[in-house]
């Protein structure tokens, strides 16, 4: 039997595409009842792909797991009545429209307190809620770019690189699942909800940290390094004979160890002893260790530092990582079933609690599957559902379904 730690938790979710979905999954896989409320069109996500299994994208199938689906039209007055009802008895409201939009749909912040004092609105932009660029459309490319990400990505010398996935559509997901918690938390002091306000491009300025300090003291803008450190060398990928590896020596004591163990007398000279020797000295140390690495496989570098306790690894294909022992024995990658698709694989969770643990109880709803249900929990009769789905004002399909 598990314990969800956050099921007296209530989270109207108004978000579509990644960072808002992301968000509310995290509080949905720790037992929260999270009701997405979706256009009658539906999440984009819902249509983004190829690749789908069976009609369901798997974009949308990522990152909407243990969910409910409610399909209102907010431009009709029902609609809108509806969502406030739900509001009512809910923790958390979170969305991520441009700013402005829940003002000219008559869904302020103010309004839902007027149904519910304590409600927590939690609204995730592009560039925030205020600003000079509050009212510009924004997406994951543009906070990395504007935002300083994508000049310090890729190799010497090249051009602006994007990173591998949504980093800024994600982490803000973080921040506002982060920033619901503490309201949540002071709330309990104060009886008051508040509005959260996070955008994609403070979340890249904020990851900024040692970059941005580094640029505060000298002036200097920092330059794309490939997979080399700033600050540390040697902390990057290396060569070995049979493909790439990772290695990362992050303090004096480490490189003693590995030039004691390696006994190669090039690598004993005293400006490479410590590492701001090696930092300014970087440019005749790494092809040193360039020589030398590529003399061995993988698996016998990462023997070799396993034995000194040096940070070493290879560098894997997505396939690799995903079927790596370790990352299955953690129960990151779960194979689960569902009556709509079948025996399919998804992303287990990241956090590990000893009493509570998360779960993948449901699958991702279908567009409006549980909106009659939810309808019949605020009090509608059978007469008002059915002129709400005829009048357009609801959207409905089949009821739960489960996973084993």
Not at 114 to 125: C, F, K, M, P
Not at 268 to 293: A, C, Q, S
Not at 297 to 318: C, M, S, Y
């Amino acid at each position: 039997m598990f314990i969800l730690p956050l099921s007296n938790i209530k989270i109207i979710d108004l978000s579509r595409l990644l960072s808002g979905p992301y968000a509310t999954m995290m509080f949905s896989d720790l037992g929260a009842e999270v009701i997405k409320v979706e256009t009658p069109n539906g999440d984009d996500t819902r249509h983004l792909g190829p690749p789908f299994i069976k009609d369901w994208s798997t974009y949308f199938l990522s990152i909407n797991r243990n969910k409910k689906s409610i399909s209102l039209n907010l431009k009709t007055k029902a609609g809108k009545e509806i969502l406030l009802k739900l509001i009512e008895d809910a923790d958390v409201v979170i969305e991520n429209f441009r700013p402005g939009t829940l003002e000219k749909l008559g869904l302020s912040y103010e309004v839902m307190k007027e149904r519910n004092q304590g409600i927590i609105l939690a609204s995730i932009s592009g560039f925030g809620q205020k600003g000079k660029y509050a009212h510009k459309p924004g997406y994951d490319v543009l906070a990395q770019a504007m935002g300083g990400l994508m000049s310090v990505t890729g190799e010497k010398g090249g051009e602006p690189v994007k990173a591998g996935y949504s980093f800024a559509d994600l982490g803000t997901g973080m921040w506002a699942a982060f920033g619901i918690l503490v309201a949540l938390q002071e709330r309990q002091q104060s009886g008051e909800g508040q509005w959260i306000d996070a955008a994609l491009l403070d979340t890249i300025i904020s990851w900024q940290t040692y970059l941005a300090s580094s640029y505060f003291e000298t002036g200097e803008n920092p330059e794309p390094l490939g997979t080399e450190h700033p600050n540390i060398v040697p902390y990057q990928v290396f060569q070995a004979s049979d493909g790439s590896f990772v290695v990362a020596m992050a303090n004096d004591k480490m490189w003693l160890a590995f030039i004691d163990k390696i006994d190669v007398d090039s690598l004993k000279d005293p400006m490479y002893e410590k590492n701001k020797g090696r930092v300014i000295h970087r440019k005749t140390l790494i092809p040193l260790l360039e020589d030398i690495f590529i003399q061995r496989t993988r698996q016998e570098w990462d023997d070799f530092f396993e034995d000194i306790k040096i940070p070493a690894g290879p560098v894997n294909k997505l396939s690799e990582a995903l079927k790596d022992p370790h990352v299955i024995e953690r129960g990151m990658v779960q194979e689960k079933e569902s009556a709509e698709i079948g025996k399919y694989k998804t992303l287990g969770l990241p956090l590990h609690f000893s009493r509570t643990p998360g779960h993948i109880r449901t699958f991702p709803p279908k567009l409006g599957e549980h909106t009659v249900s939810i309808l019949e929990s605020l009090g509608y009769m059978e007469n008002e559902i059915n002129k709400f789905l005829e009048q357009g004002v609801v959207k409905s399909s089949r009821d739960h379904l489960s996973v084993k």
